[in-house]
DNA sequence: CATGAATGAGGCTTCATTCAT
DNA sequence: TATGAATGAAGCCTCATTCAT
């Protein structure tokens, strides 16, 4: 694990670059995310950007990936708890909702990165798949009705990616509301709860 | 509310070619929805395009916005209906998924355009509305649980729209399946129903 | 062979494209010859090119077949009559020599773009082939000395072209000077006619 | 002389340089052999290769001069011996074949890197003159027709150079059988030899 | 001396838009 | 109205050259 000084550098420098990527899709839309805005953003010239990625496409797909793969770092910790259900969820909720609200970059950039074309790939299957299996375990262990597992993990991501995404507009109520509310919403139906004397 | 036979024509030509964009949308992506593209699916030369849309940019918003549009026509009748909510949320379900089963082009059109600059605009704010104000009276009328009402309707909307997506993929279950299951999972959460004797 | 009036324009237009193409060849060598010069010299826009080519390579490609194609139209005639072989040697090397001095453009364009990967194909194949059974024949009918075919139509299309090259510089002896002398070195050889009396 | 010991480096450290080239020319044609290729090809960093050559274009020039300078150095001895003219052509033939089919890089890098720009300057013009003037005293001995003799040592040596590209394809014959033939048409002709008896 | 990361001019190509017919 | 040839801005990418280490 050891790097060469080399090694460093130029992670850093890749690093560098993939969040100036993010930066401008943040701000113009995957489509205005050309090399001459990504490198003005970074502060290099756009020559140098092919020195650390094939292609506009690689840098982009890398970008998305490497989000990804941090949030799922955060997030790996919450789902492989010994908690019970729901505190799971109220974890997982929140944590995600903190990143993005300090990474609210990120969203756009994924969604729409990945839109066309079969992207969506690697990374986020894998982040899927972390979620899949948590809600998985948690219909094995009857803390959670049985539904199609697949289905369930994908309104989940997804309820909560629209959440995050609609957080980005106007002043977002604090994490814990929206962490709060979801987890209610999903643990217990919009149903008025009558049978619960 | 009589239209001019010209009008009708006219009318009749930005259908057909909103109906081509959107196809060409559904085929090739947003980025590979060019006006070349568009104009010989529709049949016609590029340059009559823009005596009809302004720009690229117009067309694809008008054909976004007419997509909604319709939707928003087949799914009104199921809002403003006397049934009980869960009664309304099926035939929401089933309404939305059934049009994009037939529809399947709408839906990336109408993501990808969106996704950049701040589309999503005008008639998605007007379909949102509209399931905004039918949740809200649900609420009012006890019938659902009192949360924030945006953030249900979002939460509907967008989970709706993950399964949609989803639905494109392999072969997707009968409409059916997919209704009974988000109903189900949104009328009484992911709890086990324990006190439900 | 009637070509609507369409076909017509657009032929013309090609043609209008490779002449400037090979002017800026010549002026500029291959390496020069960008899309850019090309279009300045064809009084048009750059993105008018392409469409009309594919790509500056097959643009180059086209220029340098029509080049060799219409040189060949002259060429076949002589090479195809019933004259002693002398007599075709004398023409065929007047013929080529006075296409060149009136398009001086077109060695090095051909030349040039040829040397590089595997063109040279197609046009000078044929070319080339018309000149290889011109000199079968005439072995076979005696009247050329037998030997390798394949070289000795190599070395004289060769030369042609080496003079022609040099023709280009400086102030060029009238062609029939250089057809008699080429034809004379060809046809006897260099060594003194000692036997000749 | 002498050279220090510093000189002698660097003028190893250029021929390295320059055989590098030649090597990738020969592999990748002129358009292919990119600073960085070169550079890898010879095992050093790009930014040395400027320490030696003031730029890409002065290498490649100073690349062909040497390898013109070589071959001029086996021919030298050969145009100049006391043989008689055709013995010489023979041995003149054979040493530039052979040549070649040690160094087939070149004759590629040569004529493309020269076809271009007024290059194919200073060296070739010597090794051409040197030609020049070898047939300029065979004909002032009556060795040989007097022809002009410009053009007889450019037919001559760009003969050669099409045999020499031609070998470059396929399984070339021997080197005598090229040098018999080339004699042989150049000697004696085409025609058949009626009047020798 | 040697290095190679960084630069940025310049090339190719696409495509939204215009306009003469 | 309809057409589609022409335009040219703008994007992506390459690579010769420089310069701080």
Redesign the pocket.
Same mark, same amino acid.
């Given at each position: 694990m050891t790097m060469t000084k #080399?090694q460093v550098? #130029?992670a850093f420098?890749m690093q560098s670059i993939r969040d100036a990527a993010s930066r401008v899709v943040s701000q113009h839309g995957v489509g !205005?995310? %050309? =090399?001459?805005?990504i490198?003005a953003e970074a !502060? =290099?010239? *756009? !020559? %140098?950007? &092919? +020195? &650390?990625f *094939?292609?506009?496409?690689e +840098?982009l797909e890398s970008a998305a990936d490497h989000a990804v793969t941090e949030l799922m770092a955060q997030v790996a910790g919450v789902l492989e708890s010994n908690e019970p259900f729901d505190v799971q969820l109220r974890r997982f909720f929140r944590t995600v909702l903190a990143y993005f609200d300090e990474h609210r970059d990120f969203f756009r950039l994924y969604q729409a990165a990945c839109k066309e074309e079969e992207c969506r790939s690697r990374r986020y299957t894998e982040y899927f798949k972390r979620i899949r299996a948590w809600v998985k375990r948690a219909m094995e262990a009857d803390e959670v009705r049985r539904l199609d597992v697949d289905r369930v993990a994908l309104v989940l991501s997804e309820s909560l990616g629209a959440v995050i995404q609609r957080r980005q507009l106007d002043a977002p109520p604090p994490v814990d509301a929206d962490t709060e509310w979801l987890a209610s919403l999903f643990l217990d139906g919009l149903m008025p709860k009558k049978g619960k004397i």
């Open positions: #080399q550098v #130029q420098r !205005g995310a %050309t =090399i001459d805005a490198a !502060g =290099i010239a *756009k !020559g %140098t950007i &092919y +020195l &650390y *094939k292609s506009r496409e +840098l």
